[in-house]
C-alpha cells in the first residue's frame, strides 16, 4: 500500500510530499490492585501524510497533512491528496527545501514486548506497599514501533524502537481522610529501579499530603526543584536556543553570546543527544527526515548551536539542523548535600507548572511542599511559585548528580534564588 501511495503523490502534481508510516505493535495491561482486570494485544498502522504546493508563481510556499486511514482504497487515498494539495494552496510561507538524503544510523532496536510488559508486572508487585499507603491501580501499554518516512527528495529510512508507558493511581490512608495520587512514566523499556524510587515517592507524597499546613507567605524565598517539573526550566534553555524562535524574534538568544550579563550561580550546559539509556526518544533521524547527532546547544552559559525544524532552519542557512529528541543538561558545581543547607521552599507537587519560552515567566500552585528551616521540616500546600528565568539565570544552582526523566536528564536538584512564594496562609 505504501508504495502505491508515493506513485499516487508522483502522479498527483505536488511540488513536494512527506509520508510517514508508524506500525505500532505490542501490550496493553489494566490492573486492579494487583489484580489483572482485563489485558489486549494491540497491532496498529497510522499513515500520515503532508503536500506541499508553490504558489503565486513561486512566491509562496504552503502546506497541509492528513491521516490515511490503514483500510483505505486506493481511490479514497488519491482524492485525500487531491484534497491536501488545495488546502495547501490556502497556507502562504516562504518556500524552503525538503530535507535531502544524508548518512545517518537510524535505530533498529526490536522489543521483545511480552518480556517488557513482564518486567513492569513484575516490578510492580515488588512494590514495599504499607497498611496506608498501596496501588490503587496501574495501566500499561509496551509497543514496539517500525516507523518509514519518505519524502520528495529521496530520503527513505526506516526504524524500530521500543516506546513504553505505564499510569498507576496510589493511595495514602490516614485518620480516615484518604487521597489518589496520579502518575504517568514514560520510557523505552522498563527502568525498574527509577519506577519503583518514584512510586516510592508517590507514596510518601501522598502519606505527607493528608498532615499539610498551608504554605507561609514568605515573599521572597529560595525554591528547590527536586522532581520532572525541574525539566520544564531546563526546556526553557532548549526552546530559546531554537530556529523558529530567533527567526520569528521571540528570542534574542545568538550564538556566542552569554544568556545574561554577570552571571554569580551555575553556569549551564545543555547538549542534544541522539540517545539517552531507556529514553523512548531515542532515535537516528527527527520526524522530517534529518539525521540526529550529539552536539552542544549551550556551553557555560553560551549559545552554541541553534537547531530545529526544517522550515525556520532552512530560513537561517542551517542546513544540518534537526528537531532534538533526547536532551542532558549539567554543570552543577554543588552536591545534593550542599544544595539542602539553610532555609528554602522544596517544591514536589504542582497543579500547574509552566514556564513561559517568551517571556520567561514562571508559574505554578503549590500541592505540596515541603518548608526547610534548619533542622524543622514542615509538609506545606496551597499557595504558588513565581518569578523570571530572566532573573534566575544569573544566580542560580544545580547538583552535580543527575536524573532523569524519559528523554531528559538533568541536575536532580535546581534550585532557583529569590522566588515569590505567595502564601496559602
Same mark, same amino acid.
Request: with cysteine.
Given at each position: 500500500?505504501?508504495?502505491?501511495? /508515493?506513485?499516487?503523490?508522483?502522479?498527483?502534481?505536488?511540488?513536494?510530499?512527506?509520508?510517514?508510516?508508524?506500525?505500532?505493535?505490542?501490550?496493553?495491561?489494566?490492573?486492579?490492585?494487583?489484580?489483572?482486570?482485563?489485558?489486549?494485544?494491540?497491532? /496498529?498502522?497510522?499513515?500520515?501524510?503532508?503536500?506541499?504546493?508553490?504558489?503565486?508563481?513561486?512566491?509562496?510556499?504552503?502546506?497541509? $497533512?492528513?491521516?490515511?486511514?490503514?483500510?483505505?482504497?486506493?481511490?479514497?487515498?488519491?482524492?485525500?491528496?487531491?484534497?491536501?494539495?488545495?488546502?495547501?494552496? %490556502?497556507?502562504?510561507?516562504?518556500?524552503?527545501?525538503?530535507?535531502?538524503?544524508?548518512?545517518?544510523?537510524?535505530?533498529?532496536?526490536?522489543?521483545?514486548?511480552?518480556?517488557?510488559?513482564?518486567?513492569?508486572?513484575?516490578? @510492580?508487585?515488588?512494590?514495599?506497599?504499607?497498611?496506608?499507603?498501596?496501588?490503587? !491501580?496501574?495501566?500499561?501499554?509496551?509497543?514496539?514501533?517500525?516507523?518509514?518516512?519518505?519524502?520528495?527528495?529521496? /530520503?527513505?529510512?526506516?526504524?524500530?524502537?521500543?516506546?513504553? @508507558?505505564?499510569?498507576?493511581?496510589?493511595?495514602?490512608?490516614?485518620?480516615?481522610?484518604?487521597?489518589? %495520587?496520579?502518575?504517568?512514566?514514560?520510557?523505552?523499556?522498563?527502568?525498574?529501579?527509577?519506577?519503583?524510587?518514584?512510586?516510592?515517592?508517590?507514596?510518601?507524597?501522598?502519606?505527607?499530603?493528608?498532615?499539610?499546613?498551608?504554605?507561609?507567605?514568605?515573599?521572597?524565598?529560595?525554591?528547590?526543584? !527536586?522532581?520532572?517539573?525541574?525539566?520544564?526550566?531546563?526546556?526553557?534553555? /532548549?526552546?530559546?536556543?531554537?530556529?523558529?524562535?530567533?527567526?520569528?524574534?521571540? !528570542?534574542?538568544?545568538?550564538?556566542?553570546?552569554?544568556?545574561?550579563?554577570?552571571?554569580?550561580?551555575?553556569?549551564?550546559?545543555?547538549?542534544?543527544?541522539?540517545?539517552?539509556?531507556?529514553?523512548?526518544?531515542?532515535?537516528?533521524?527527527?520526524?522530517?527526515?534529518?539525521?540526529?547527532?550529539?552536539?552542544?546547544?549551550?556551553?557555560?552559559?553560551?549559545?552554541?548551536?541553534?537547531?530545529?525544524?526544517?522550515?525556520?532552519? $532552512?530560513?537561517?542557512?542551517?542546513?544540518? &539542523?534537526?528537531?532534538?529528541?533526547?536532551?542532558?543538561?549539567?554543570?552543577?558545581?554543588?552536591?545534593?548535600?550542599?544544595?539542602?543547607?539553610?532555609?528554602?521552599?522544596?517544591?514536589?507537587?504542582? &497543579?500547574?507548572?509552566?514556564?513561559?519560552?517568551?517571556?520567561?515567566?514562571?508559574?505554578?500552585?503549590?500541592?505540596?511542599?515541603?518548608?526547610?528551616?534548619?533542622?524543622?521540616?514542615?509538609?506545606?500546600?496551597?499557595?504558588?511559585?513565581?518569578?523570571?528565568?530572566?532573573?534566575?539565570?544569573?544566580?542560580?544552582?544545580?547538583?552535580?548528580?543527575?536524573?532523569?526523566?524519559?528523554?531528559?536528564?538533568?541536575?536532580?536538584?535546581?534550585?532557583?534564588?529569590?522566588?515569590?512564594?505567595?502564601?496559602?496562609?
Amino acid at each position: 500500500m505504501l508504495e502505491q501511495i /508515493v506513485s499516487l503523490l508522483k502522479e498527483s502534481g505536488v511540488h513536494a510530499w512527506e509520508l510517514s508510516d508508524v506500525q505500532n505493535r505490542g501490550w496493553e495491561f489494566y490492573f486492579i490492585r494487583h489484580a489483572l482486570d482485563q489485558n489486549r494485544a494491540k497491532n /496498529v498502522e497510522h499513515i500520515q501524510i503532508k503536500v506541499y504546493q508553490l504558489i503565486e508563481d513561486g512566491k509562496f510556499m504552503g502546506s497541509a $497533512s492528513a491521516e490515511l486511514p490503514p483500510t483505505a482504497t486506493l481511490e479514497e487515498a488519491k482524492k485525500l491528496i487531491s484534497d491536501l494539495a488545495y488546502r495547501a494552496t %490556502l497556507v502562504k510561507n516562504r518556500p524552503y527545501p525538503l530535507n535531502p538524503p544524508r548518512a545517518g544510523q537510524p535505530m533498529t532496536d526490536a522489543s521483545d514486548t511480552a518480556a517488557i510488559a513482564e518486567d513492569f508486572i513484575r516490578t @510492580m508487585r515488588s512494590l514495599p506497599e504499607t497498611e496506608n499507603e498501596d496501588v490503587n !491501580s496501574y495501566e500499561i501499554f509496551v509497543s514496539d514501533k517500525i516507523r518509514r518516512f519518505l519524502n520528495s527528495e529521496g /530520503v527513505d529510512i526506516t526504524e524500530r524502537y521500543p516506546d513504553s @508507558m505505564i499510569e498507576v493511581v496510589v493511595n495514602a490512608r490516614r485518620d480516615g481522610h484518604e487521597i489518589e %495520587l496520579y502518575r504517568n512514566f514514560t520510557s523505552g523499556s522498563c527502568d525498574s529501579e527509577a519506577l519503583k524510587r518514584d512510586l516510592g515517592k508517590a507514596m510518601a507524597y501522598g502519606r505527607d499530603r493528608l498532615v499539610t499546613r498551608p504554605t507561609p507567605n514568605l515573599e521572597k524565598a529560595d525554591v528547590l526543584f !527536586s522532581g520532572s517539573d525541574a525539566c520544564s526550566i531546563y526546556e526553557y534553555f /532548549v526552546d530559546r536556543c531554537n530556529a523558529a524562535m530567533i527567526f520569528r524574534k521571540l !528570542s534574542d538568544w545568538t550564538v556566542g553570546q552569554p544568556i545574561a550579563e554577570d552571571i554569580r550561580g551555575d553556569r549551564v550546559n545543555v547538549y542534544a543527544r541522539r540517545t539517552l539509556p531507556n529514553s523512548s526518544r531515542n532515535r537516528g533521524f527527527d520526524a522530517e527526515g534529518a539525521p540526529i547527532r550529539d552536539t552542544a546547544l549551550l556551553e557555560e552559559s553560551v549559545p552554541k548551536e541553534i537547531l530545529g525544524g526544517r522550515m525556520f532552519a $532552512s530560513y537561517m542557512g542551517l542546513e544540518n &539542523s534537526f528537531n532534538p529528541t533526547n536532551i542532558e543538561v549539567s554543570g552543577g558545581t554543588k552536591t545534593e548535600e550542599e544544595l539542602r543547607r539553610g532555609s528554602y521552599l522544596e517544591a514536589v507537587e504542582f &497543579s500547574d507548572f509552566q514556564v513561559d519560552a517568551m517571556t520567561g515567566d514562571i508559574f505554578g500552585e503549590i500541592r505540596l511542599g515541603y518548608w526547610h528551616d534548619g533542622d524543622t521540616v514542615t509538609p506545606v500546600s496551597g499557595g504558588s511559585v513565581s518569578g523570571s528565568m530572566l532573573d534566575f539565570v544569573k544566580d542560580f544552582s544545580m547538583s552535580v548528580e543527575q536524573a532523569q526523566y524519559d528523554s531528559m536528564r538533568i541536575p536532580a536538584l535546581t534550585l532557583l534564588k529569590n522566588v515569590t512564594v505567595t502564601g496559602a496562609e
